[in-house]
């Protein structure tokens, strides 16, 4: 069974900014997008960025132009970059991989913006 682990989550002032790491523990197959999923307390689990297995991304609206996917194949690693964090980015963010077969959950990491 192949886990996924995040890490790089964290405190952070506003307008600071943070880099999520996904690291897969081998690799994989079948793979049709990755992506990153974040939830706040109280409040449904919403996408956050979306990369395709042809490299194609998509973002939500909120972080467009300040969070940037991407990932390393040779390394079974996806990251998110985040700039210009806001405190309405307070979340617990999960990594996930959807595969032809099924979906992969990571267990998540913290990110707090506040000053």
């Known amino acids: 069974q192949v886990q996924l682990v995040e890490s790089g989550g964290g405190l952070v002032q506003p307008g600071g900014s943070l880099r999520l790491s996904c690291a897969a523990s081998r690799s994989m197959f079948g793979i049709v997008f990755m992506g990153w999923y974040r939830q706040a307390p109280g409040k449904q689990r919403e996408l956050v960025a979306r990369i395709t297995s042809g490299g194609s991304t998509n973002y939500a609206d909120s972080v467009k132009g300040r969070f940037t996917i991407s990932r390393d194949n040779a390394r079974n690693t996806m990251y998110l970059q985040m700039n210009s964090l806001k405190p309405e980015d307070t979340a617990a963010y999960y990594c996930?991989?959807?595969?032809?077969?099924?979906?992969?959950w990571g267990q998540g990491t913290q990110v707090t913006v506040s000053s």
């Open positions: 996930n991989v959807h595969t032809m077969v099924g979906d992969l």
